[in-house]
């Protein structure tokens, strides 16, 4: 099971840290991901970490603003959005369970629930 948090609503140029807390068997050998999906749009890649080793892979859209991170420990991956613009806003989803490499939809068998993240310009 994988558990969206850290939505809302921010003005342009702020930021917001999501988390993604996974639970009921681990993914350590696997790749995380988060993608997200605006209103009337399809769900797009936005970036991706293999949870060994840490490698990580973006969105041009989103690179040098987002960081996705893991806390093994704690199961749990983030998404750092920072410098947020308001073509931003959308539903965030984590996903899991890829082999690195492959970041389509189709490759992430496991999906969270979203998480509305909304931009005001």
């Known amino acids: 099971q994988l558990q969206a948090s850290g939505g809302g609503l921010v003005q342009a140029g702020g930021s917001l840290r999501l988390s993604c807390a996974a639970s009921?068997?681990?993914?350590?050998?696997?790749?995380m991901g988060w993608f997200r999906q605006a209103p009337g749009k399809e769900r797009e890649f936005v970036a991706a970490?293999?949870?060994?080793?840490?490698?990580?892979h973006y969105a041009d859209s989103v690179k040098g603003r987002f960081t996705i991170s893991r806390d093994n420990a704690k199961n749990t991956v983030f998404l750092q959005m920072n410098s947020l613009k308001p073509e931003d806003s959308a539903v965030y989803f984590c996903?899991?369970?890829?082999?690195?490499?492959?970041?389509?939809?189709?490759?992430?068998?496991?999906w969270g629930q979203g998480t509305q993240v909304t931009v005001s310009s």
């Open positions: 970490i293999k949870w060994s080793g840490g490698m990580t």
């Open positions: 009921g068997r681990t993914f350590s050998s696997s790749t």
């Open positions: 996903a899991a369970d890829a082999v690195w490499g492959d970041f389509s939809l189709t490759a992430f068998p496991y």
